[in-house]
């Protein structure tokens, strides 16, 4: 099977100097930046205790120990074992602190698609100590032990543990993350200090927010809920989901009638799982890592008409359910046709998008009842060439990259019928920083030039992986 792969694309022209992103009709000067970055990425620190005097809500969760936490040196949480005798302890960051930046959010750590975590961690006995690293996820704090127990050595070190033990339901709705320490009296009382806790692995390059297939969460809900403009959608009563439905046709789509001559409704999601009746068990979602929202959806009048297309705007609450917009709020427009369509929204300039409290579509006015299906929410990453500039007779293509993920940068003389040739014939895997791949003699071999920026879905199917 071949790698799935997204592209991003420019062309060049030797004989002017110039050249042109695909899809758009400006011109733009050898060397100057295209108008677009990447997100932050899914993985990365969680925990850092910069500065001093804050310990980001870490506590004792249980054991038999006594411990005083403080963050009096920069960039380090100190654990004091006081109760004598090194009893056990188990110590984890507060049950709905979602992560150290995350002042305003609650609920639960999204890990989906990433694969362990790290623990800058140690203490100053005299011999090693054995550690059980968990979780408690799902709001019903199930534990989850993240492997057998390691042996903790004197000074700080990193120690990984897998996420494998977690079912998808549980990587969504991380309550706590901790370590617990089991009995050392040979070692005795200890200060620990743990320095950063980090999320790793490569996030997936699409993400289904929801599907509402059937059976799926909720009988194919998926946590939607009516979230204000409530009087648009028949049969709602207040926010929740009264008045909306499983449309079982097809894979199965989210239905509801909304009302014509009023501002049309507006609909949220959480993160895919069950709404139970509160916005609490289906928090948070980290959609850090992406670049494009995608929403699949259509419209059809309950008395035919001929009705002018619906605008559409895509917003979000994050980080204690502060309100922004996609794109500034500006609308993409829905045909009223009973037809499938994709809306595109970018997410440039989004904040807080690791915290995700509610992903939404909110309807404009319209002046007919229309019966609304919403299929699915996908995220997605798109890889983007940032720079383009002249060296001679070469040409050389800037990117920014995502630890872990694998690019190719390619090029054709004929994008209708020529062929596509990697450049410099590599597959480059990304550490984060911005990467450079030359075209030898670009300017010299062909009077015009296209290029493509590959991320490859399949990262094991992409040949010459190099550093």
């Known amino acids: 099977m071949k790698p799935k792969k997204i592209f991003s ?12 992103r695909l899809g758009s009709t400006l011109l733009m000067c050898l060397g100057a930046l295209l108008s677009f970055d990447a997100h932050a990425q899914g993985p990365g620190a969680l925990y850092t205790w910069a500065g001093t005097g804050d310990v980001r809500g870490w506590v004792k969760n249980f054991g038999d120990n006594t411990v005083t936490l403080s963050n009096t040196i920069a960039g380090e949480l100190t654990i004091t074992e006081t109760g004598g005798a090194g009893a056990s302890l188990a110590m ?8 150290e930046s995350s002042t305003g959010a609650s609920g639960g750590l999204d890990l989906t698609g990433l694969s362990y975590l790290e623990f800058d961690i140690g203490h100053n006995g005299a011999g090693s100590i054995n550690v059980q690293f968990y979780v408690q996820a799902s709001p019903g704090y199930t534990y989850v032990s993240l492997g057998p127990d390691v042996p903790v050595t004197p000074g700080v070190n990193t120690y990984q543990v897998l996420l494998t033990p977690l079912f998808p339901e549980e990587l969504i709705y991380i309550r706590t993350i901790g370590f617990n320490a089991r009995a050392h009296g040979a070692v005795g009382d200890v200060v620990w200090t743990l320095s950063e806790v980090r999320a790793g692995g490569r996030p997936p390059l699409t993400r289904d927010l929801v599907t509402h297939d059937t059976g799926s969460a909720e009988g194919g809900l998926q946590g939607a809920i009516v979230n204000f403009e409530r009087g ?15 449309n079982p046709a ?18 949220s999601w959480g993160n895919g799982t069950a709404w139970n009746g ?27 008409s001929g009705a002018s297309p619906i605008g559409v705007q895509a917003f979000f609450q994050k980080n204690g359910f502060v309100f922004q917009s996609a794109e500034l709020g500006t609308g993409k ?3 009223v046709d009973g037809q499938f369509h994709d809306l595109e929204y ?19 006015n319209h002046p007919t009842d229309v019966v609304i299906n919403v299929d ?44 596509w040739n990697t450049l410099p014939d590599v597959s480059i895997e990304g550490d984060g920083l911005e990467a450079t791949v030359t075209d030898t003699n670009a300017l010299i071999n062909a009077d015009i030039r296209f290029y493509r920026l590959n991320l490859f879905q399949d990262p094991g199917a992409a040949p010459g992986l190099r550093r």
């Open 278 to 304: 509160n916005s609490f068990n289906n928090r948070t979602t980290d959609l850090g890592n992406y670049d494009k929202m995608v929403v699949r959806m259509s419209a059809a009048e309950v008395s035919p």
């Open 92 to 99: 984890s960051d507060g049950p709905n602190r979602v992560r």
């Open 232 to 246: 648009a959608v028949l049969g709602n009563t207040a926010q929740g989901q009264s008045g909306l439905s499983h």
């Open 346 to 364: 970018s997410l440039a300039g989004l904040t807080n998008m690791n915290v995700v409290e509610q992903t939404g579509v909110n309807l404009f």
């Open 250 to 267: 097809g894979t199965g789509s989210l239905q509801w009638t909304d009302l014509g001559s009023s501002n049309g409704a507006a609909i």
């Open 376 to 419: 699915s929410i996908r995220f997605l990453i798109v890889p983007t060439i940032r720079s383009a500039a002249q060296s001679g007779s070469d040409f050389l293509i800037n990117f920014p990259t995502s630890a872990g993920q694998i690019y190719s940068v390619e090029s054709s003389t004929n994008i209708i019928s020529g062929e």
């Open 333 to 335: 427009l829905l045909p």
């Open 9 to 20: 694309s420019l062309v060049l022209t030797p004989s002017t100097n110039k050249f042109l």
